[in-house]
């Protein structure tokens, strides 16, 4: 066995470590997620005024910031009972900010954060031994997914063109961040009851010709196609089958064309997101276009015993077509729907009661098996020589907890989402992986789903902004002070990493008794629970090969894109994923003892 | 180096402008002047923005990536242009290069061009650098700094590294300035101990630096998340040579270690305020949503020095205060405490009249 360690694991927010086992055939038997920082965050609520959340709690997360504020205020909305009175324009304006977020967490992950993998040398030298065509490929993913200050055996490798470009995008969806939020990171806007302005038509133009750039840049660089056609032909397509009968067929003739001259060039019409899909896959790529190579991403971060992992979701956005919102239970007609699914696609009504958590293998004091969120306690080490994860004969090795649904780990994320919502592309491209043979929750499934987010939440943003949103409209109801003493908010929303919970007490001051937050990457790097069951990203990197292409060329221990692409298939989330607080009982402040 | 432009009411040298008096900056400012700061410069004296290569080492320690996230909105011009005017090397970052950490059984492994931490002790063995870092530096617990570890060693450990051979050190955003939100009141604020890099709070005495024995040229950028002209323009007055290292920083900073043209000692947030004619007139907001002064709900305005209000936020589309929201003075030393409770007047923050 040779241990291979990935600490830290960049380009993600916060210091992620992971660390394997692998046998000498470089295939992965062991692996933990290990959260490497404790911060404190919630106990900075305690105490004090619980309105502080909506703006304090977006410096957990500069990446998606909206999201924090959306859970928060939707626990304060909770808190003093105006969720069901919230007017639809305030619920439009706060669904623009988060789409808004999305969109641009999203195009940050596909470009910069995951892009520059591809730009891995370890796929050049396999590329080289496949001739013309390879090094056709090979010229693309270095053209467009290079980082900056890149260097290849001394040579210096300029940006890539994907990488360079997405850089302007993302600022206009910052721009059109603060257009209706304020500033970003960090808006301002969320507050109990509504939002804090009133858009202006001007705004709503501004918002327009923002959405009409992030359409010009998904046709001109992600996707050589009208975006009307793609979502038309695949978030709309009639089934499953169809959608995915719909990318198959258009990659076909795509491929066939470039294969020609093989030239797989944007001009020629081949954009990130279709070279992606036809090279990323071994069943799409090799087995139905008949390519000679592919990434085989399709043979990566898959789950090996399906019955211990299932998909979650909150539910996102909110729907627009009516006043309020059940704060409880997400109710199914949202954009996105809330549900838990499991790995054989059985759907299942969300119920929050279902949430527990253990802190087994994470660096707090025990409590016996699982506690529901307003009831667990967390007792954090202070003691800096039991902080150790060296080994992996460490029992506690992060400081991460390890949530469950009914007792089960599970994803969270674009891909989650789309399968409950049932996304024809998703679902389809779900279930003819598991016909093939393949772990159908895997890499490219993962990747593609963020991807197909994109587009449908694009689509969707332009209905919120040009039909939904009125400038003359009521954007808030007045909160009545006095009721929030003794009483309790639970707000769970869809940020663009997964599943995020803000759960909230306050005393009989009105002061907060404690605030409990469980993130997405808490879910999906979740370490073993008591049982022993480890979390999602651990599940997926075991049986994972860790060199490029299946080991094509053999094992290089030293360059291990397995794990890189697995880990960063989940958009992590470090400084998200930390616990803080100790609730001692449903109504009393918790009690914080030292070790 | 050349002088570049002459400075007049109307236009402003970005290259000058940290040495200047920040009274003439915001003036200029205010008559809607020199925005586009870099282009000018390229524009008037063509072949001086030749600059030799300067070589940028990126740190995170606990921080969110706001502070990147910030960079990447930067305007005028756009971030990797005026990388590419200044010159800059960024040669390390966490979350925009292709490194991470490596090892093979315990042992770094591959070479810089992919592993981070190999890459880390090159630059740091080399010297030659200015040094960024984000996020407050874990001490806790026990000054053991493991609260925070990263690539086999701790952030104090790997600041240590980092800024043993630096030239000089930027503190980027509230968090690595003065702590920020790693350091708000709690009862566990001690046992966690995060520092700022210069300062922790308002305290000189309290920053890692200090900790570690080290003494290095600090500028500190404060903001939560700062504004990206801050970052760009405080960069672009250290490489143009008109900001001598460390000999002119007494002059261009604050008793903070800001740069005064930003943050001015006697200018603040609400000076420009679009909301100040109700200020005068005592007509306060008791509840937001409205257009009238946000004093009574909170707003720190007058306590923040900063130019927000001119200089607005993402390429000058809004700012809190402009969206309805008070400002919570996020570039000062003791924020987040200084402005808690956030939505209360601070004035009378007893009882629960203040919040009706």
Redesign the interface.
């Known amino acids: 066995m040779v241990r291979v360690t990935v600490d830290p694991l960049t380009r993600v927010v916060g210091p992620l470590r992971l660390d394997t086992e692998v046998d000498e055939n470089g295939i992965i038997k062991e692996a933990r997620s290990s959260n490497m920082i404790f911060r404190g965050f919630e106990r900075i609520y305690r105490g004090q005024d619980p309105r502080d959340s909506i703006l304090l709690s977006q410096r957990i997360c500069g990446v998606c910031p909206v999201a924090h504020s959306i859970s928060a205020v939707n626990a304060l909305d909770e808190l003093f009972g105006v969720a069901q009175s919230v007017p639809k324009d305030a619920l439009v304006a706060r669904n623009i900010n988060q789409g808004l977020n999305t969109i641009s967490n999203h195009l940050l992950h596909f470009y910069i954060l995951w892009g520059p993998d591809l730009a891995n040398p370890a796929y050049g030298d396999v590329l080289f031994t496949f001739g013309d065509l390879g090094g056709s490929v090979w010229k693309e993913l270095l053209g467009r997914f290079a980082p900056i200050s890149y260097k290849i055996g001394g040579e210096v490798i300029p940006p890539g063109s994907s990488y360079v470009g997405v850089i302007p995008m993302k600022k206009r969806l910052h721009d059109a961040g603060a257009v209706i939020g304020g500033k970003m990171p960090h808006q301002t806007v969320m507050y109990p009851g509504g939002v804090t302005n009133n858009p202006t038509t001007s705004d709503i133009q501004t918002l327009s010709s923002i959405m009409s750039e992030v359409i010009d840049f998904l046709n001109t660089n992600a996707i050589r196609m009208p975006f009307e056609d793609w979502v038309e032909n695949t978030y709309k397509a009639s089934s499953p089958k169809k959608a995915v009968d719909f990318l198959i067929e258009h990659l076909n003739d795509l491929i066939e064309n470039s294969l020609q001259t093989n030239d797989l060039s944007r001009s020629n019409g081949c954009g990130d997101i279709e070279l992606y899909s036809a090279f990323g896959s071994e069943l799409i790529g090799e087995r139905s276009l008949g390519l000679p190579i592919s990434f085989k991403h399709d043979k990566m971060g898959g789950y090996s015993d399906l019955s211990k992992v299932s998909f979650l979701s909150y539910g996102g956005f909110y729907n627009v077509d009516q006043e309020g919102y059940d704060p409880t239970s997400p109710s199914g007609d949202r954009f996105q729907t809330s549900g838990f699914m499991t790995s054989s696609l059985e759907f299942h009504k969300f119920d929050s009661n279902k949430v527990t958590e253990s802190v087994k293998h994470a660096f707090y004091d025990d409590y016996d098996g699982y506690k529901h969120p307003y009831e667990g306690t967390t007792e954090p080490f202070t003691d800096p020589d039991r902080i150790n994860y060296q080994n992996f004969s460490e029992e506690k090795y992060t400081w991460a907890k390890a949530p469950r649904y009914d007792g089960i780990p599970c994803e969270v994320g674009p891909l989650s989402r789309l399968l409950i919502m049932k996304e024809p592309l998703v679902t389809g491209l779900v279930q003819m992986f598991r016909e093939n043979g393949y772990s159908p929750f895997n890499c490219f499934t993962r990747m593609i789903a963020r991807m197909q987010e994109l587009f449908i939440i694009t689509n969707e943003m332009i209905k919120w902004i040009t039909t939904d949103l009125d400038p003359n409209g009521k954007f808030r109801v007045d909160i009545d002070m006095s009721t929030s003493s003794d009483s309790r908010g639970m707000g769970l929303c869809e940020a663009p990493r997964g599943a995020l919970g803000h759960w909230l007490i306050t005393d009989s001051d009105s002061k907060v008794a404690n605030y409990q937050i469980v993130t997405p990457s808490t879910w999906n790097l979740s370490p073993r629970d008591s049982e022993g069951v480890p979390g999602p990203l651990e599940q997926a990197l075991v049986g994972c090969r860790i060199s490029a292409v299946d080991n094509w060329l053999g094992v290089d221990f030293s360059n291990p894109t397995g794990i890189l692409h697995v880990g960063r298939s989940y958009d992590p989330c470090i400084t998200c994923a930390v616990h803080t607080i100790d609730l001692t009982g449903k109504n009393s402040p918790g009690t914080f003892r030292l070790l | 180096m050349s002088e570049g432009n002459t400075n007049s009411d109307s236009s402003v040298n970005d290259l000058d402008f940290l040495r200047m008096d920040w009274h003439k900056f915001l003036k200029a400012r205010r008559s809607g002047g020199g925005f586009k700061l870099l282009e000018n410069y390229k524009n008037d004296t063509p072949g001086d923005y030749d600059f030799p290569v300067t070589h940028v080492l990126w740190i995170?320690g606990?921080?969110?990536?706001?502070?990147?996230?910030?960079l990447?909105?930067?305007?005028n011009p756009?971030?990797?242009k005026a990388?590419e005017i200044l010159n800059i090397?960024?040669?390390?970052?966490?979350?925009?290069?292709?490194?991470?950490?490596?090892?093979?059984?315990?042992e770094p492994?591959?070479t810089s061009?992919?592993n981070?931490e190999i890459l880390l002790d090159e630059i740091s063995e080399r010297g030659n650098y200015i040094l960024m870092v984000e996020g407050a530096i874990?001490n806790?617990?026990?000054g053991?700094g493991?609260?925070?570890?990263?690539?086999?060693r701790s952030s104090k450990e790997m600041f240590k590294k980092a800024a043993r051979n630096a030239d000089l050190i930027i503190a980027v955003g509230t968090c690595a300035a003065y702590g920020?939100?790693?350091s708000?009141?709690?009862?566990?604020?001690d046992?966690?101990d995060?520092r700022g890099v210069a300062f922790t709070k308002k305290d000189p005495s309290k920053g890692i630096l200090k900790v570690l024995g080290i003494d290095k040229p600090v500028i500190n950028i404060p903001g939560?998340?700062p504004h990206p002209d801050w970052i760009i323009f405080t960069l672009s007055a250290i490489i143009s040579g008109n900001i001598r290292i460390p000999d002119d920083l007494p002059e261009v900073l604050d008793e903070f270690g800001r740069p005064k043209v930003f943050f001015p000692p006697d200018y603040n947030v609400h000076k420009d305020c679009p909301r100040k004619e109700f200020f005068k007139n005592k007509e306060f907001d008791t509840?937001?949503?409205g257009e009238k002064c946000l004093l009574k709900i909170g707003c720190q305005a007058c306590l923040a020095h900063a130019d927000c209000t001119l200089r607005k936020?993402?390429?000058g589309?809004?700012?809190?205060v402009?969206?309805?929201?008070p400002c919570?003075a996020c570039v000062e030393p003791d924020f987040?405490d200084n402005a808690?409770?956030?939505?209360?007047s601070k004035k009378c923050k007893t009882g629960?009249e203040a919040?009706?």
């Open positions: 995170q606990a921080q969110c990536t706001g502070c990147s996230e910030s990447l909105d930067a305007a756009e971030l990797l990388f090397d960024l040669e390390r970052h966490e979350a925009f290069l292709a490194h991470q950490g490596l090892f093979v059984d315990g492994a591959n061009e992919l981070s874990a806790g617990p026990e053991s493991k609260y925070f570890m990263s690539g086999n920020g939100i790693n708000a009141n709690s009862d566990i604020v046992i966690l995060y939560c998340p509840c937001v949503g936020w993402n390429d589309h809004s700012y809190c402009q969206a309805g929201s919570i987040p808690r409770p956030l939505y209360s629960k919040d009706r």
